[in-house]
């Protein structure tokens, strides 16, 4: 209804921005494209108050934005939210409009409170726009290195030693234990491999962390493994119980950053 218009502009606009924000975008760029004077649904009115209602509401929420005269469709107003990629580079993904003609086409009505028909207006909005463009941003922007919770792989087990029975056999409990907790795991057992190659192929197929598994470790008893992080290069020695609930609660948190340095 026309008093739910700023309302439901509002929610919109925060709904676009927290799913941008979880994807790690957090750079916008903020544009309202207003009435064609060649083409447009809807009178003059509307036009002015679905333009009002849509630059009071970026204020509203603290957006600075360019106005983009006569680039609104031919049956609306509309919020564009632009997000900037790791390049700089601008992309239309989000998008909030109004819809003056399909209420109309669709001969569209309610029965207000004083009992009265009237004509409903309607709002467009895209939280992502087109997956593939938006799948297309994502991986440009993390250079295909996503966070965690994003990553295909999250965890790769890697044989130190891939002549031994036993070694193998942990590997692939390890991965076991990991698959029932949630994590993608995989497990690089190739025969002939060297523990660097393990490595340097996992990051290269930017996988986030790698856990190695040895003689050594089986032997020592205590549990303890040693976890690459890839992005960074460091290393941890931690047990298989630990690291499970690290990676667990960085996968939940769908945290940017990586909880283990």
Same mark, same amino acid.
Request: with cysteine; glycine share 6%; aromatic share 8%.
């Given at each position: 209804?026309?008093?739910?218009?700023?309302?439901?502009?509002?929610?919109?606009? /925060?709904?676009?921005?927290?799913?941008?924000?979880?994807?790690?975008?957090?750079?916008?760029? &903020?544009?309202?494209?207003?009435?064609?004077?060649?083409?447009?649904?809807?009178?003059?009115?509307?036009?002015?108050?679905?333009?009002? +209602?849509?630059?009071?509401? %970026?204020?509203?929420? =603290? %957006?600075?934005?360019?106005?983009?005269?006569?680039?609104?469709?031919?049956?609306?107003?509309?919020?564009?939210?632009?997000?900037? /990629?790791?390049?700089?580079?601008?992309?239309?993904?989000?998008?909030? $409009?109004?819809?003056?003609?399909?209420? $109309?086409?669709?001969?569209?009505?309610?029965?207000?409170?004083?009992?009265?028909?009237?004509?409903?207006?309607?709002?467009?909005?895209?939280?992502?726009?087109?997956?593939?463009?938006?799948?297309?941003?994502?991986?440009?922007?993390?250079?295909?290195?996503?966070?965690?919770?994003?990553?295909? &792989? $999250?965890?790769?087990?890697?044989? &130190?030693?891939?002549?031994?029975?036993?070694?193998?056999?942990?590997?692939?409990? @390890?991965?076991?234990?990991?698959?029932?907790?949630?994590?993608?795991?995989?497990? /690089?057992?190739?025969? =002939?491999?060297?523990?660097?190659?393990?490595?340097?192929?996992?990051? @290269?197929?930017?996988?986030?962390? &790698?856990?190695?598994?040895?003689?050594?470790?089986?032997?020592?008893?205590? =549990?303890?493994?040693?976890?690459?992080?890839?992005?960074? =290069? +460091?290393? *941890?020695?931690?047990? *298989?119980?630990?690291?499970?609930?690290?990676?667990?609660?960085?996968? $939940?948190?769908?945290?940017?950053?990586?909880?283990?340095?």
């Amino acid at each position: 209804t026309e008093d739910q218009i700023d309302s439901e502009i509002g929610q919109c606009i /925060d709904f676009a921005r927290s799913m941008l924000a979880a994807f790690g975008f957090t750079s916008l760029r &903020v544009y309202l494209s207003t009435r064609s004077e060649s083409k447009s649904a809807g009178t003059e009115e509307e036009w002015k108050r679905a333009e009002a +209602s849509l630059a009071a509401q %970026l204020k509203e929420h =603290g %957006l600075d934005y360019v106005v983009s005269p006569g680039e609104g469709a031919f049956y609306g107003p509309k919020i564009d939210m632009m997000l900037v /990629d790791a390049l700089g580079r601008e992309w239309q993904c989000s998008t909030i $409009q109004f819809d003056y003609l399909n209420p $109309q086409r669709f001969a569209l009505e309610y029965v207000a409170q004083d009992g009265s028909m009237k004509k409903p207006v309607m709002v467009h909005r895209a939280l992502l726009g087109s997956v593939e463009r938006f799948m297309g941003c994502l991986i440009e922007h993390y250079a295909g290195a996503f966070p965690v919770w994003l990553a295909p &792989v $999250q965890c790769r087990i890697a044989l &130190v030693q891939d002549d031994l029975p036993e070694v193998h056999a942990k590997a692939h409990e @390890l991965a076991k234990s990991l698959r029932e907790a949630g994590i993608r795991v995989d497990v /690089d057992d190739r025969p =002939g491999e060297r523990m660097q190659a393990r490595i340097r192929d996992a990051e @290269l197929e930017k996988i986030p962390y &790698v856990l190695t598994v040895g003689k050594r470790d089986i032997e020592r008893g205590d =549990g303890m493994y040693t976890i690459r992080n890839t992005r960074s =290069g +460091s290393q *941890v020695t931690m047990t *298989v119980h630990d690291f499970t609930e690290a990676l667990t609660a960085e996968i $939940q948190d769908r945290a940017l950053e990586a909880a283990i340095k």
